[in-house]
């Protein structure tokens, strides 16, 4: 029997449109394409899912410091504000607190920033039927690596067999599986998934 639903945030509950962000800085084509890559295909990106940096002040001098050509533009991207460009997924939301409504504890385990993930988790509602959380950065570890789900398990005392894990991302779920937890490819296909989950409650 599945007790605990595991979610992940970005992609599945919430997702951010950088693309139009970067759109939003005015800069032709070739400029667009050269800047996301300076923004989103950089290790600091990845480095702020692992909690590196104390701050996203931090975060913005360190891509400064890698890119001082493009200091300006780094500046109006993460100008204030700029957050507001992560927005909803509300089909993962409903399905969420469906779930917690029908009695299952539900469980967070996403690679996220702490400043990202604060601000999805204060803006939100679904985020008030959480029963726990582990994110990336809080703890230095992201998923794939086999740590981090054992840690969500051990933290919270769950038991494996009872837990089944979402996330739109198929190496994420492979490693679940090798864990030892259950897990489905979300793909915002929320019927399919709850006859999944189901179908466990038979058992």
Known sequence: MIKNIIFDCGGVLTNCIPDEYVKALGLSKDEEKRFFDV???????EKSDYGIYK??????????????QD?????????PGWMMFYYP???????LIKLKKEGYKIYILSNYAKEGFAYCENTYECFKYVDGKV????????KPDPQIYDYLINKY????DECIFLDDREKNCDAAIKCGIKSVVYKH??????????????D
Do not use: T
């Open 39 to 45: 923004i989103y295909h950089s290790s600091i990106w």
């Open 55 to 68: 701050s996203q002040d931090e975060m913005i001098e360190a891509f400064v410091e890698e890119n001082k």
């Open 71 to 79: 200091e300006q533009l780094i500046r109006r991207f993460f100008s």
């Open 89 to 95: 997924y509300q089909i993962g939301q409903n399905f």
């Open 135 to 142: 994110v990336s950065a809080d703890v230095g570890m992201i």
């Open 157 to 160: 005392n769950l038991n494996k």
């Open 189 to 202: 296909n929320v019927d399919e998934i709850y006859k999944i989950i189901k179908s466990y409650d038979k």
